[in-house]
């Protein structure tokens, strides 16, 4: 399975296992099926150099309004003074440089820790979260990524913020991620920060995104 939902899907008493072809098995009951003796198993890391990059491509787009720039070109294509116009708007699309900011990476596994470390090559500060690292996965981080104790630290300080954690909804708050961003943890952020979800939606509280 991709993306389709199994929540609501009678389970057939012959099957056996079911394999998503991604990381995240939010979309399939796992208690349910482990019950039943059914073994759920992802894909973890398949897709990761990709998100990486996208997330390296979000970075740089939430810098510079390259999009806008992309557009003032089409719709000003036929001046025959294109030259000059340039020259005159050509401020309006410089935005800022990537090198010296601080990057706060939320899960530093498959995705986040190669993020953490192409960002470090970018020129960033780099700080990453993750209380459930592995030892395998330490050894790939580079010795120049600050170890955050806490998610309020990477919050406090980050000028940007990538999310790489599973979705879990639970009564624990130690192990809920659902909403985890939230009304209380933007306010403890800089003005002007950048927030990259490329993990799953619910992680970020929208009504108080779209608030701030």
């Not at 759920?40 to 150099?49: D, K, L, S």
């Not at 996208?54 to 740089?60: A, H, S, T």
């Not at 130690?174 to 933007?186: A, L, P, V």
Request: one cysteine or more; a negative charge.
């Amino acid at each position: 399975v991709r993306s389709a939902s199994l929540h609501e899907m009678p389970i057939n008493e012959n099957l056996l296992a079911v394999a998503r072809a991604g990381a995240g098995t939010n979309n399939i009951p796992s208690d349910i099926m482990g019950d039943k003796g059914v073994v759920v198993f992802n894909t973890p890391g398949a897709n990761a150099n990709a998100v990486k990059e996208l997330v390296i491509c979000g970075i740089l787009l939430a810098s510079r309004d390259v999009v806008g720039g992309i557009n003032w070109v089409k719709e000003n294509a036929a001046d025959p003074d294109i030259a000059k116009a340039v020259e005159k708007n050509k401020s309006q699309f410089a935005g800022n440089e990537k090198k010296g900011k601080t990057l706060g990476v939320i899960g530093l596994g498959a995705i986040g820790g190669p993020l953490a470390n192409a960002a470090r090559h970018l020129g960033m500060k780099v700080y990453g979260f993750d209380p459930y690292l592995s030892a395998e996965a330490a050894w790939n981080l580079s010795r120049d990524i600050i170890h955050a104790k806490s998610k309020e630290e990477i919050y406090e300080k980050c000028d940007f913020i990538s999310v790489h954690v599973p979705l879990i909804a639970s009564d624990d708050p130690s192990k809920n991620t659902k909403g985890m961003i939230g009304e209380k943890e933007i306010a403890m952020m800089k003005d002007g920060v950048v927030i990259l979800n490329f993990a799953r939606d619910a992680l970020i509280d929208d009504v108080a995104m779209s608030a701030a």
